[in-house]
């Protein structure tokens, strides 16, 4: 057990549809990352937080958002959903600020399906 | 661009072999590497990290890497592998993944 926890575990949709997964860090730790693990795009990654402010951006559609509240939880929110959103997305957590050599601890996943 | 490239899709060893994944980085500077275990269904475990200091670490579950900077490579090897190490592998420097290479083990 890595101490980040996803909710919720499974969630299944339709297209057009919008949702929102949830991450909680591991106690203490600042920085929150989003990553998307598809079978044709392998694992990517969509965005970061640290202590509440976006710090990096990767491969996010615009489609996608998300944030960390006071509380550090963060939650990613997807909408206008497409069949290719189907997924299994990450949330890992980290001490440090980006740009520092951290160790990423990674939650068990939201597998997404689009139907 | 920064990349991390796993060359075997899929390794099948004998339960007890040796084992050897690949990986190669692309990074100018200090590349900050990891390497991770993935069973079926679950989230990222980590094995062993590499940020500096000794070129060779040691991880969980018996598991070792080596970096060498000369060959852009950080390749994670296991003396003897069990059947329950069966799963897929990735490495990764910070935030860019490899592909992924799926291990089975033959009985």
């Known amino acids: 057990d890595s101490g980040v926890t996803q909710t919720p575990k499974h969630l299944i949709t339709a297209t057009g549809q919008r949702v929102t997964l949830r991450c909680s860090p591991r106690?203490?730790?600042?920085?929150v990352y989003w990553y998307q693990q598809s079978l044709d795009q392998g694992l990517q990654f969509l965005i970061q937080?640290?202590?509440?402010?976006?710090?990096a951006k990767g491969n996010i559609l615009e489609r996608f958002s998300a944030q960390q509240f006071p509380d550090l939880h963060s939650e990613l929110n997807l909408s206008s959903l497409e069949l290719g959103d189907s997924a299994l997305y990450f949330c890992a957590s980290s001490v440090n600020p980006p740009g520092a050599g951290d160790t990423q601890y990674f939650g068990p996943g939201t597998r997404l399906t689009v139907l | 661009a920064q990349s991390v490239t796993q060359p075997d899709i899929h390794i099948t060893v004998s339960e007890g072999a040796s084992l050897e994944l690949r990986c190669n980085y692309s990074?100018?500077?200090?590349?900050?590497l990891f390497w991770y275990v993935q069973s079926p269904g679950q989230g990222l475990q980590l094995l062993l990290k590499?940020?500096?200091?000794?070129?060779l670490v040691q991880g969980i579950k018996g598991f070792e890497a080596e970096f060498k900077r000369s060959q852009s490579s950080f390749n994670l090897r296991k003396p003897s592998v069990h059947w329950s190490d069966a799963a897929e592998y990735f490495c990764?420097?910070?935030?860019?993944f490899g592909s992924g290479t799926r291990l089975s083990i033959r009985p």
């Open positions: 106690s203490g730790d600042l920085s």
């Open positions: 990764a420097s910070k935030i860019i």
């Open positions: 937080y640290y202590n509440g402010e976006e710090r």
């Open positions: 990074y100018g500077a200090t590349p900050y």
């Open positions: 590499y940020f500096s200091g000794d070129t």
